[in-house]
């Protein structure tokens, strides 16, 4: 990612998003703070049976920024 520094952590998550396909708009919006947490399903173009789930916080005093990654392979019939 071109911004990896927690300075531009909501940039990361918005990266992380758009490789991901997500379908989440953060157009005409400021946010000055945000945590959560989604699951991805069906990434085009990879595997369909890999969900990815991203845990991020950013903006808040008391809560250093971060986002994590994580996938989960599992083989539906």
Do not use: Q, W
């Given at each position: 990612?071109?911004?990896?520094s927690?300075?531009?952590?909501?940039?990361?998550?918005?990266?992380?998003?758009?490789?991901?396909?997500?379908?989440?708009?953060?157009?005409?919006?400021?946010?000055?703070?945000?945590?959560?947490?989604?699951?991805?399903?069906?990434?085009?173009?990879?595997?369909?049976?890999?969900?990815?789930?991203?845990?991020?916080?950013?903006?808040y005093?008391?809560?250093?920024d971060?986002?994590?990654?994580?996938?989960?392979?599992?083989?539906?019939?």
């Amino acid at each position: 990612m071109s911004h990896t520094s927690t300075e531009f952590m909501k940039l990361n998550l918005i990266s992380v998003l758009e490789c991901a396909n997500a379908d989440i708009a953060f157009k005409n919006l400021t946010i000055e703070e945000m945590s959560g947490s989604l699951t991805i399903y069906k990434i085009p173009k990879i595997n369909e049976n890999i969900e990815m789930t991203i845990t991020f916080s950013f903006g808040y005093v008391d809560v250093n920024d971060f986002v994590e990654i994580s996938t989960r392979y599992e083989e539906f019939d």
